[in-house]
């Protein structure tokens, strides 16, 4: 079992930069496959990153850091967009063929034009 608790959302202004912190508990975190999705008011929710593939829609923008000695992965997150507003989960699965089984409780970001 895996526990994410993702933190660090808020207000930006378009153009600026935020850091989503995902920090996780439970079994061996550096053997989990992380990532990142988001959901926009009344749209589903959409996958984002992980650290080997980006949405086209933030790459070049997004990167993932993860750090193992802290069990805790990123969303840089550079050059916002207001579109980019939306709730962020982080997500973690135990291989990257496999369907992501642990989620976060999501952190909402909102970028202002």
């Known amino acids: 079992q895996v526990q994410l608790v993702e933190s660090g959302g808020g207000l930006v202004q378009a153009g600026g930069s935020l850091r989503l912190s995902c920090a996780a508990s439970?079994?061996?975190?550096?053997?989990?496959?992380m990532g990142w999705f988001r959901q926009a008011p009344g749209k589903e929710r959409e996958f984002v990153a992980t650290?080997?593939y980006y949405a086209d829609s933030v790459k070049g923008r997004f990167t993932i850091p993860r750090d193992n000695a802290k069990n805790t992965v990123y969303l840089q997150m550079n050059s916002l967009k207001p579109e980019d507003t939306a709730v962020y989960y982080c997500?973690?699965?135990?291989?990257?063929?496999?369907?992501?089984?642990?989620w976060g409780q999501g952190t909402q970001v909102t970028v202002s034009s």
């Open positions: 997500a973690a699965r135990s291989g990257s063929g496999r369907k992501f089984e642990y």
């Open positions: 650290i080997t």
């Open positions: 439970g079994r061996t975190f550096s053997s989990y496959d």
